[in-house]
């Protein structure tokens, strides 16, 4: 904690410090008689410098300007035609704004303006039209300076169309990082006398730049094609690097698709060794990774990155639907707070494809691990569409138990919020699937997705048939489900949680030993199964629909829900979304009626039992008939399929 603290301190007081030429003065000197241009970093933290050392801590930056400073003002002129680029330097103490006073007599009023940090008397700019731009460089040579960047590779970039003020937004991206010491050889560090950093798929990440300040409160760096693709960090003044003392590699922003390498070099240009990160990276504007001693071997090859998956809030499951690195917080459900304590290790408790066949374990997702309250997981590189499990644990050996457990719902090229539907009559979106499911295809096995005993966040097996005129077959997992019955265990909250893979059974139809009515609700609840954005409906998000009976090898064996934007009664079936009558558990946990009836868990509770949408078999034939109607008394031991709706 108290080396955090030192960090936030240190940056906190950040000062660019290089100083004015002696041949450079501020015009005017006196500020009376000339402009003032107020420059101010933009305060909001999502323009601020943020360090993230790739766990829970993040630390803004606050960057000051110092005196010395100086800047390129670009703007059109009539004489000589074309772009100027005057320096304008400010003489003021360390403030997060700062005056700078361009000459009246030169800089045209009511112009666009462009301003970059720090000048640069060969940079270049686009001023006028719809896409303003700045070409400068980001210096591919950097000093090593303790606890701070090299100032001339900080780049930042503003756009006024008034010389009274201009907002200034930061562009680069980067890694902060410490050295090893060794305690055989206190003066271990003097052997580097630079450290270069680069991608592993030659990634363009310095020399000449683009600055595309199209949207100017979101400006968008991009390396040309003639710039580097390393970065050296030179060795600070004095000729010695200090172990334990934070130092910086400004870079722009970009993905390492293959991971990134440091090597180090000690006198003579002396290759000592190359330490590598091998996996997929992206290094984001305003973010730094933090990583400690990276000259240590293996430290950076145990680096795992990934895109975060909790958003806007965690949830108990998420979708991915593109091949790379994901991670989540070890938090429960939606809790934003309620961290894990005490984990020993993750682990993927199954994986299934949602078919018959048996599963190679690793085929839907690969290397789970854990950092200071996140898990991260892997897809292979060629994504197969499934599902599975992963869980917390604390303990070891006999003594391991489950503190959570999280759902990996793996579907190719699906975007829950672009496929979702809204209902006619209805003013909630619904997803176009049940969860779990890998299709929203009619008839298509695919399409059952999972089952859930009410209340609890983990699901079973579904269907991987859509009809069989007795009984079900359940879709393997790599790992076998167990049955409990509530004679032999007081089913708890608690125990759902340590135990999400075993299936309760119950006499009196409520697999929970109390009759808790909470454990989903209107609000979404640390134990609702919906992907972040996603809840459990209640009964009037869908009752109430107009839906077109069917149930055949045709069209499938399920309903159809009109949807809205469908005004003509000849809406079906292209106007509608696919509920699949895809069976149910049973209280003793068996798989039954799939293709002639389904059940719809609602949030909401009616005495002893829970509300669920029936969808029953009425009739028989080749053109099966089904009724679609709210039930107040289904039991909560029996699993039903969850369908949810926008967290509105």
């Keep these: 904690m108290r080396r955090l603290l030192l960090l936030l301190i240190s940056i906190l007081l950040l000062i660019f410090a290089f100083s004015c030429d002696a041949d450079i003065q501020i015009y005017p000197q006196d500020p009376v008689k000339g402009v003032v241009l107020r420059a101010t970093y933009v305060g909001n933290q999502s323009t601020k410098t943020e360090l993230d050392n790739l766990t829970t801590y993040h630390t803004a930056a606050e960057i000051r300007w110092s005196s010395g400073d100086s800047l390129s003002l670009f703007y059109n ?41 720090p000048y640069n008397e060969e940079a270049s700019a686009v001023v006028e039209g719809s896409s303003p731009s700045i070409q400068t460089v980001l210096p591919a040579s950097q000093k090593a300076i303790s606890n701070n960047f090299d100032p001339k590779a900080m780049l930042a970039v503003g756009y006024s169309n008034t010389l009274a003020s201009m907002s200034f937004y930061n562009v680069c991206s980067g890694l902060c990082f410490t050295l090893s010491s060794d305690s055989s050889d206190s003066s271990e560090l003097t052997k580097y006398s630079r450290i270069e950093f680069k991608g592993r798929n030659n990634e363009k990440i310095a020399g000449n730049v683009n600055i595309s300040l199209k949207t100017p409160s979101s400006p968008k760096a991009s390396a040309l094609a003639e710039g580097a693709s390393e970065i050296i960090t030179l060795v600070p003044e004095g000729g010695t690097f200090h172990a334990g003392v934070d130092y910086y590699v400004m870079l722009v922003p970009g993905t390492f698709n293959k991971g990134f390498s440091m090597t180090f070099y000690g006198a003579n240009n002396q290759k000592l060794y190359t330490r590598s990160c091998e996996v997929k990276l992206s290094f984001t504007l305003g973010r730094f990774a933090y990583i400690t001693e990276v000259d240590v071997d293996g430290k950076l090859a145990a680096i795992r990155s990934g895109v975060d998956l909790a958003s806007p809030k965690p949830a108990n499951c998420y979708v991915v639907s593109e091949a790379g690195t994901y991670r989540f917080p070890m938090v429960r459900g939606n809790s934003t707070s309620d961290e894990l304590k005490d984990v020993s290790a993750v682990t993927v408790l199954w994986e299934t494809d949602n078919t018959a066949d048996n599963q190679t374990v690793g085929s839907v997702i690969k290397d789970v691990t854990f950092n200071k309250g996140y898990v991260y997981f892997d897809t292979p590189s060629t994504l197969k569409s499934g599902n599975a499990l992963i869980a917390a644990l604390s303990g070891t050996g006999d003594n391991t138990k489950v503190l959570w457990s999280w759902h990996i719902w793996v579907c190719k090229d699906y975007n829950p919020q672009a496929s979702a539907k809204t209902l006619f009559g209805k003013g909630k979106k619904i997803l176009d699937r049940n969860i779990g499911a890998l299709s929203a295809v009619p008839n298509d096995p695919l399409s059952n997705g999972f089952f859930y005993q009410w209340g609890r966040k983990d699901p079973f097996a579904g269907s991987a048939k859509s009809y069989l005129a007795s009984g079900g077959q359940f879709f393997k997992l790599t790992a076998a489900r167990t049955t ?9 909250e608690d125990y759902a949680i340590e135990h999400p893979t075993t299936f309760i059974t119950a006499s009196d139809g409520n697999w929970l030993r109390k009759n808790v009515k909470t454990l989903w609700g209107t609000s979404k609840t640390i134990y609702d199964p919906c992907p972040p954005g996603w809840k459990v409906p209640a009964i009037s998000d869908w009752s109430d ?37 895809n069976g149910y558990v049973s209280t003793s946990g068996s798989l039954l009626m799939v293709g002639q009836y389904s059940c719809y868990w609602s949030c909401e509770v009616s005495g002893n039992y829970s509300s669920a949408l029936e969808q029953s078999q009425t009739g028989v034939g080749n053109y099966l008939e089904y009724i679609m109607k709210p039930m107040e008394t289904k039991v909560r031991v029996e699993a039903y399929s969850v369908r949810c709706v926008e967290d509105k």
């Design 484 to 492: 409990v019955a509530s004679e032999s265990v007081s089913a708890t």
């Design 77 to 117: 002129q009539a004489e000589p035609a074309g772009v100027a680029n005057d320096r304008y330097v400010t003489n003021q103490l360390p403030e997060s704004s700062a005056n700078f006073y361009p000459d009246p007599a030169k800089v045209p009023e009511g112009e666009p303006y462009l301003g970059l940090y």
């Design 545 to 581: 629909v107009d839906y077109q009976r069917t149930g055949n090898a045709q069209r499938g064996y399920g309903l159809y829900f009109r949807i809205a934007g469908s005004e003509s009664d000849t809406w079906f079936p292209n106007s509608a979304v696919w509920f699949p009558n």
